[in-house]
């Protein structure tokens, strides 16, 4: 079935069954590497290692944000663009994002390596912990100019309608990094250092990959010498601005509570915080893997002129991700002690005592956080960047900034509380936006068809 079929042809509920589920699978195989990463360090080298990688980690993620901007925000213009059957502009944007990826890499690579030890500092932490922090960023940053570009080629294969060709790809690369990390700590017991390695491995083998069929030519989308534009960039920008600034603002706010915690509850407070993070790093691929992957259709459909079908594949994006969401809040509630106890190796009762107060606390905000996450995904594929950034940067920065103030009172209760007030304060935005949004789109309807 090609592209254009499968975008505009199939039915919306089959094609959700199609680009969804196996998009869903894809991020819940990246979302285990990512929980048995935590598992794995818990459990093999101790508290102060796996508080060491939590601390670290925003930073890590900073540097994939940048390559996250390009890689998104190409999607969309590309998607759009082959929507309109002008394949050879969307080749030039392919092209010119790979570039960007790569040079992003390098470029914020090396800061990380250089400023890691002063960023680690500056966050409170000293001694092992410190050492450990610094080791496990200065891998990532290294190895940032071949890895980054690995969730890029993931939106690109997708938009070819190689969904599971995509999905395949990440179970491979989850399975060899959980290999290499098992072999690294267990059996040739390295440090904390070797963890990151073994990530770093596994990305780099599966973006080779990954980019072959595209040197091959084998795909719609092929590299072609690359002519830049500031028109181009500022578009791939527009259009990637709310994932990175939703990515560098939850990162800035992690940070910022990383920085409380340490002073409130010393490395126990820090750890409780990443198992919380190691959790919403299973449920949160669910949702962006379904959203993510019906981006292509939306924007293609969206360049076709057909807009009555991008709600149909819409409403369906809403549904699945309320009902994963949900469900997900449940478990987490009932089942704090058994999800805490994957982190630990059960001599510390307080600190497990502690982590089950906080996933209980933690589960509301999965009641509400599904409707700003379609919301912002859906503002996005129709090309409103402005209002996916409204959502994304109210709820990664503003929100919790402000309920930290407002709940600071109640110590280290109030920050885990903070979760599941950002998760409200975010839907209630997101249904002014939506609704907003629905009624210009009536007005544009009511202009272009006045009878």
């Not at 940053?141 to 790809?169: E, H, Q, W």
């Not at 940067?393 to 900034?401: I, K, Q, W």
Request: aromatic letters at 12%; a positive charge.
């Amino acid at each position: 079935m090609n592209t254009h079929t499968l975008f505009t042809k199939t039915p919306p509920l089959r094609l959700f069954f199609i680009a969804a589920i196996p998009g869903a699978i894809s991020m819940l195989a990246s979302a285990l590497y990512q929980l048995i990463d935590g598992i794995f360090v818990g459990r093999f080298l101790g508290e102060t290692a796996f508080a060491a990688i939590n601390l670290a980690m925003p930073f890590v993620i900073i540097n994939f944000s940048l390559a996250d901007l390009i890689g998104v925000g190409s999607s969309v213009p590309i998607s759009i663009t082959l929507g309109k059957k002008d394949g050879e502009e969307a080749n030039n944007i392919f092209s010119c994002a790979c570039l960007m990826i790569v040079g992003a890499g390098v470029l914020i690579g090396a800061l990380l390596f250089v400023l890691a030890p002063l960023l680690i500092r500056v966050m409170g932490a000293e001694g092992d912990f410190a050492a450990m922090a610094v080791q496990y960023l200065r891998v990532y940053a290294l190895c940032s100019p071949v890895t980054t570009i690995v969730f890029a080629m993931d939106n690109y294969l997708k938009i070819c309608g190689k969904v599971r060709t995509s999905m395949v790809l990440n179970i491979v690369m989850s399975a060899m990094i959980v290999g290499l990390e098992f072999t690294f700590l267990y059996v040739l017991k390295w440090g904390v250092w070797s963890a990151a390695l073994a990530t770093c491995l596994g990305m780099f083998v599966c973006a080779v990959a990954a980019m072959i069929p595209f040197w091959r030519r084998k795909l719609q989308l092929r590299f072609v010498r690359p002519r830049f534009s500031g028109r181009m960039i500022r578009q791939i920008i527009s259009c990637g601005s709310p994932n990175f600034l939703n990515n560098i603002a939850g990162r800035i706010t992690s940070i910022l509570i990383n920085f409380l915690l340490v002073r409130l509850g010393g490395e126990s407070a820090v750890s409780i915080y990443g198992i919380l993070m190691y959790v919403e790093g299973f449920i949160q691929p669910l949702l962006y893997g379904m959203c993510d992957s019906l981006q292509p259709a939306v924007g293609y459909n969206l360049g076709a002129g057909q807009f009555q079908r991008v709600k149909s594949i819409e409403k369906c994006c809403f549904i699945s991700s309320a009902i994963v969401s949900v469900l997900s809040a449940c478990v987490i509630f009932l089942f704090p002690s058994q999800l805490a106890a994957l982190f630990m190796n059960g001599s510390n009762s307080e600190l497990l005592n502690g982590t089950v107060f906080a996933l209980r606390l933690f589960a509301f905000t999965y009641l509400t956080r599904w409707f700003s996450f379609a919301t912002q995904s859906y503002m996005l594929a129709v090309e409103k960047p402005a209002s996916a950034s409204l959502i994304s940067v109210s709820t990664a920065l503003v929100f919790p900034v402000i309920l930290v103030a407002l709940l600071w009172p109640l110590g280290l209760t109030g920050l885990w509380l903070n979760f599941a007030g950002t998760a409200v304060l975010a839907g209630i935005l997101s249904a002014f936006v939506l609704v907003h949004f629905s009624r210009s789109m009536e007005k544009q309807a009511a202009i272009s068809d006045p009878d």
